[in-house]
């Protein structure tokens, strides 16, 4: 039987070719895109890994500037802690809700003014709650002038100390 064009047979040709093409060009895509992705991915191992510190690093000052045992870093959320072994730097930034946090010299402790956590300046333990981890310790560094540098996406361990 024919239809209104009067070619059954041509429809048919004409739909295979178009289902054809339409596998070609599927395939053709899948192929492509995988070759894509794989250049992508090769691409990503010529760039290096960040070698020294990050974009949010940040002067703190002259070392002799940290004689106190607690520094408060302004507009940095941070701390210098100096003790006999050193320098270190310490997060400001309270992680129970992200308050920023004070050092209370005649409590010897870091407080939160927000909901009440304490932590231990020495080791930046939480004392008490509502916060469960402790404060983050970020790699400090002295640079050729003499300045030190804080690498808040350095963290580093409680025992990790600059020597002075
Ligand atoms: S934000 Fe510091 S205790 Fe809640």
């Not at 895109?33 to 990050?54: E, M």
């Not at 002799?64 to 930034?93: H, P």
């Not at 050092?103 to 927000?114: A, F, Q, S, T, Y």
């Not at 304490?118 to 983050?136: H, K």
Request: aromatic fraction near 8%; hydrophobic fraction near 35%; proline fraction near 5%.
């Amino acid at each position: 039987m024919s239809t209104s064009n009067g070619c059954t047979e041509c429809n048919k040709a004409k739909s295979g070719l178009n289902r054809r093409n339409f596998l070609n060009m599927l395939g053709w895509g899948s192929i492509s895109a995988f070759f894509v992705g794989l250049g992508g991915v090769n691409l990503r191992f010529l760039i290096p890994n960040r070698v020294g510190p990050s974009k949010n690093a940040f002067v703190a000052g002259r070392l002799e500037d940290f004689s106190q045992k607690v520094t408060y870093i302004t507009g940095r959320r941070a701390f210098i802690v100096r003790d006999d072994n050193g320098i270190r730097a310490l997060s400001a930034v309270c992680t129970h809700l992200g308050c920023t946090v004070n050092w209370i010299p005649e409590n010897d402790r870091i407080e939160c003014p927000c909901h009440g956590s304490i932590f231990d300046e020495e080791t930046g333990a939480v004392l008490r709650g509502p916060a469960t981890r402790p404060l983050e310790w970020y790699k400090v560094t002295v640079m050729n002038n003499g300045q030190l540098l804080v690498d808040p996406d350095d963290p580093v361990d409680s025992s990790y100390v600059l020597p002075v």
